[in-house]
């Protein structure tokens, strides 16, 4: 139940039709190295640095719950799945390094070290990396930002697997951008049954796909932090809106803001500035939209009745895409050069709306340009997708979506049979 009510095997009938031929690919072809702990949980002394000896009281904070645990859904099923994993390396298409990478800051941490060590462990005891550079090997790293600290002989040549999809630190013709887990699923208890036993994101997934393609709720939603993260769904607005004084007090401090222009670029910044140019906007303003600078207490209903949903950045990397896919509002990605979840496996226009920071002017003018029969077509589509952003069984198929996209990169960089028959001649 830790991951769960449901198969930890990859399960084909899960995915979109389109999608099945690149999990096939895998079958059988997936080796995951064993490494003793001393290397591959070594990163864990970092993070007890970092956090103190009682960060880990209870359960580990980052394996066992919130945002930070994907890794070890997809470690859990691949070390379970006969479908997927070989224990012949001389099968494998992919060779798949287990490390725990457990630093949760988006900046600072030392992932060289402890993926340097990795490296020089499975490259003396192991000849599949020298075999084939490290272009067949798979690391999967989870943390904010962090797919920026990866070593370079490690982030050139292997596929990385993470969150952070920011094209200056991840390829889109080689790595593979993955969901997270989002604060209103933190676990599985928080999953089923919500903070109040009432509303939660499975009933809301859900009922969701019982609705009408057609909405009539907010035609742009957005409820989150507009200079810090501090204000989320842990942190409601009460009433669920916003004071007169509360939004002129975040208008004066945006205008004041040169990163919160629409046209001037700041990626180090907190959201690298597209909330504070929404809110510079005045888009809070717009009757038929509905943003707030925290979170609100019904989130769970506006999501579901919603139009559009707004995702940005936030401190790291966003999360609220997930919550918007599961609950069927259609995504309005507000970003730059950002690689979407599962960008090379999905076909992103047919389900979502894109829009750069420069465009941010031309929001309001862009989706009322969007017809109800174009909604419906989209939603119809995101339909198709949504389980691929959940990983909690058996709602979620996040596992196969991943090892989809990881099939995909396998027949495109040419990783499959014929590298293997290599390695078997060498």
Known sequence: MQFGDGTTRAQLSVLPATLRPHLRRLRRSVYVYQMPASVN?????????????????????VHNRRIYSAQSHFDAHLLHDDFTRTLDPKRASLFYVPLFLNQRVPWGADLNASMSRALQYIRTRHPWWNASSGRDHVWFVFGERQTCLVPPEIAKASIIVGHWGDEDCMSPDKDVVVPTITPVQ?????????????????????????????????????????????????????????????????LKRVTADRCARPDVSCRQVYSMGVRQAIWREKLYAEPDMRIVSAG???????????????????????????????????????????????????????FAIHLRKDQIPALA??????????????RTALRLYKAGFVWWRP????????????????????????????????
Request: proline letters at 4%; hydrophobic letters at 35%; aromatic letters at 10%.
């Open 41 to 61: 949980r070594a990163a864990e002394a970092w993070m007890w640095r970092q956090w103190g000896k009682d960060a880990g009281r209870g359960c580990d904070p």
């Open 186 to 250: 933190h676990d599985y208890p928080r999953f089923v049954q919500g903070r109040d036993g009432t509303h939660s994101l499975q009933r809301s997934m859900r009922g969701s796909a019982e609705l009408p393609l057609g909405r009539s709720g907010p035609l742009v939603f957005f409820a989150g932090g507009i200079t810090s993260f501090g204000a989320s769904q842990d942190n409601l607005r009460k009433g669920g809106i916003d004071s007169q004084e509360k939004q002129e007090k975040w």
């Open 395 to 426: 709602d979620g198929a996040a596992y196969e979506f991943t090892l989809a996209a990881l099939g995909q990169r396998v027949e495109q960089l040419g990783l499959g049979r014929a590298a293997r028959q290599a390695r078997a001649r060498s």
């Open 296 to 350: 609100v207490p019904d989130y769970f209903d506006v999501v579901t009745k919603a139009r559009f949903c707004i995702h940005t950045e936030g401190n790291g990397w966003g999360a609220r895409v997930v919550d918007y896919m599961a609950m069927e509002c259609l995504p309005l990605m507000v970003n730059d050069r950002m690689i979407f979840p599962y960008a090379n496996v999905l076909p992103w226009e047919d």
């Open 365 to 378: 003018a862009t989706v009322r340009n969007i017809s109800q029969r174009r909604q419906e077509e989209m």
